[in-house]
């Protein structure tokens, strides 16, 4: 068999597709796998590095802002999106797919709706409770649209044909040995905090868990495991100078960019601090942990705080938005949660109890049915 994923733009579209061509992979051995994605983003290098074929489609999203860098990205996007069309027919027809499968990014429009103009038949999955613009145009057309929830459905065309699948999560993350992480990572028996903002990092979220290092910068309870993101390498180490705060040689301070571990991180936490992107609230709930979310404002359609919402409506999470954000309100809620551990493990449970751990049986379940219709 012969699938093609379209995806790309951001580690949340690209991921959960490398995933679900794992598992194929997995399942069929002898199986095709192509990605088409944007030559320019970082599908381009995680696509190969995952090890399957990647094959480029230049395209640009609109801006809605109206600037003078977004007015020459405007019309960029229109001269590849006059072009794009030819160019996924060629794929389409050099690669002779059996399906193609869509996770979202401006590639995928373009890519399945081709597809299905040439009747190959067609999913696309949509990670987020909110779905983006793309997910609401391609099911009209598309033959299956997957969900991560439920909450997602009332937002698509009204012939769309939806499944409930959840997000792809990583086995690593399902399989995770809580004690072993925790000794590994030295937490001991200490209450271990995991904070991040993204790859990226989001100044706001820095600025305000500064404040909570500085309150347990002399607690003997505390393990802080923290990402600044690689806009914040500089920001955060002043921050805490500036706070009176030494981290160099504090074995329960741990401050990185990046976190590379993050199913053994997630394992050995006790309350994660994160933004509300779709994948992550999906690891949170495989690993049942408690959570502070603050979505991030930037995102289209406001689909972070919808997503968090998910979770604490379900009493399985705490929403702080970004506009109520600062550094005493987040210190005064840590202080709150991690003083009540039978809290911690009651917002745990409940989010595990939302979570879809056989996401990539579903996805690969729903893609061999239309597979069969077609024989």
């Given at each position: 068999?012969?699938?093609?994923?379209?995806?790309?733009?951001?580690?949340?579209?690209?991921?959960?597709?490398?995933?679900?061509?794992?598992?194929?992979?997995?399942?069929?051995?002898?199986?095709?796998?192509?990605?088409?994605?944007?030559?320019?983003?970082?599908?381009?290098?995680?696509?190969?590095?995952?090890?399957?074929?990647?094959?480029?489609?230049k395209i640009l999203?609109?801006?809605?802002?109206?600037?003078?860098?977004?007015?020459?990205?405007?019309?960029?996007?229109?001269?590849?999106?006059?072009?794009?069309?030819?160019?996924?027919?060629?794929?389409?027809?050099?690669?002779?797919?059996?399906?193609?499968?869509?996770?979202?990014?401006?590639v995928t429009g373009?890519?399945?709706?081709?597809?299905?103009?040439?009747?190959?038949?067609?999913?696309?999955?949509?990670?987020?409770?909110?779905?983006?613009?793309?997910?609401?145009?391609?099911?009209?057309?598309?033959?299956?649209?997957?969900?991560?929830?439920?909450?997602?459905?009332?937002?698509?065309?009204?012939?769309?044909?939806?499944?409930?699948?959840?997000?792809?999560?990583?086995?690593?993350?399902?399989?995770?040995?809580?004690?072993?992480?925790?000794?590994?990572?030295?937490?001991?028996?200490?209450?271990?905090?995991?904070?991040?903002?993204?790859?990226?990092?989001?100044?706001?979220?820095?600025?305000?868990?500064?404040?909570?290092?500085?309150?347990?910068?002399?607690?003997?309870?505390?393990?802080?495991?923290?990402?600044?993101?690689s806009y914040g390498?500089?920001?955060?180490?002043?921050?805490?100078?500036?706070?009176?705060?030494?981290?160099?040689?504090?074995?329960?301070?741990?401050?990185?960019?990046?976190?590379?571990?993050?199913?053994?991180?997630?394992?050995?936490?006790?309350?994660?601090?994160?933004?509300?992107?779709?994948?992550?609230?999906?690891?949170?709930?495989?690993?049942?942990?408690?959570?502070?979310?603050?979505?991030?404002?930037?995102?289209?359609?406001?689909?972070?705080?919808?997503?968090?919402?998910?979770?604490?409506?379900?009493?399985?999470?705490?929403?702080?938005?970004?506009?109520?954000?600062?550094?005493?309100?987040?210190?005064?809620?840590?202080?709150?949660?991690?003083?009540?551990?039978?809290?911690?493990?009651?917002?745990?449970?409940?989010?595990?109890?939302?979570?879809?751990?056989?996401?990539?049986?579903?996805?690969?379940?729903?893609?061999?049915?239309?597979?069969?219709?077609?024989?």
């Amino acid at each position: 068999m012969r699938y093609l994923f379209a995806c790309g733009g951001t580690a949340g579209h690209i991921n959960p597709a490398i995933s679900v061509a794992a598992y194929i992979r997995e399942h069929q051995p002898d199986a095709q796998i192509l990605f088409a994605g944007n030559p320019d983003h970082m599908e381009a290098r995680l696509v190969p590095k995952a090890g399957f074929d990647f094959t480029p489609v230049k395209i640009l999203g609109f801006q809605r802002r109206l600037t003078l860098h977004n007015i020459v990205n405007n019309v960029q996007a229109v001269f590849y999106l006059g072009t794009c069309g030819g160019r996924c027919r060629k794929i389409i027809e050099d690669f002779k797919p059996d399906i193609v499968i869509g996770t979202g990014g401006y590639v995928t429009g373009p890519v399945l709706r081709k597809a299905a103009q040439m009747g190959i038949k067609t999913v696309t999955q949509e990670q987020n409770a909110f779905p983006g613009v793309t997910t609401k145009l391609l099911s009209k057309y598309v033959d299956r649209v997957l969900l991560a929830v439920d909450a997602a459905k009332p937002y698509l065309a009204p012939q769309a044909k939806t499944v409930l699948t959840g997000n792809p999560v990583r086995e690593d993350v399902l399989f995770a040995d809580r004690l072993k992480a925790r000794k590994q990572l030295g937490v001991g028996e200490r209450i271990c905090l995991l904070s991040f903002g993204g790859s990226l990092g989001a100044q706001r979220v820095n600025e305000s868990i500064a404040d909570v290092v500085a309150w347990h910068k002399g607690e003997q309870n505390i393990h802080h495991i923290h990402a600044t993101g690689s806009y914040g390498t500089e920001l955060f180490p002043r921050l805490l100078k500036e706070k009176g705060v030494r981290f160099e040689g504090n074995p329960h301070l741990d401050i990185r960019e990046y976190i590379d571990d993050m199913p053994q991180c997630l394992a050995a936490a006790d309350l994660v601090i994160c933004r509300a992107g779709a994948i992550t609230l999906s690891e949170l709930e495989a690993a049942g942990r408690a959570s502070i979310l603050i979505p991030s404002p930037n995102v289209a359609e406001n689909h972070q705080y919808r997503n968090a919402m998910v979770l604490q409506n379900a009493n399985a999470a705490v929403v702080m938005e970004e506009k109520d954000l600062t550094g005493p309100k987040l210190v005064e809620l840590v202080k709150q949660l991690t003083a009540d551990p039978m809290r911690l493990k009651t917002l745990g449970k409940n989010a595990s109890s939302i979570a879809v751990v056989d996401s990539n049986k579903r996805i690969y379940d729903e893609i061999m049915k239309l597979l069969e219709k077609e024989a």
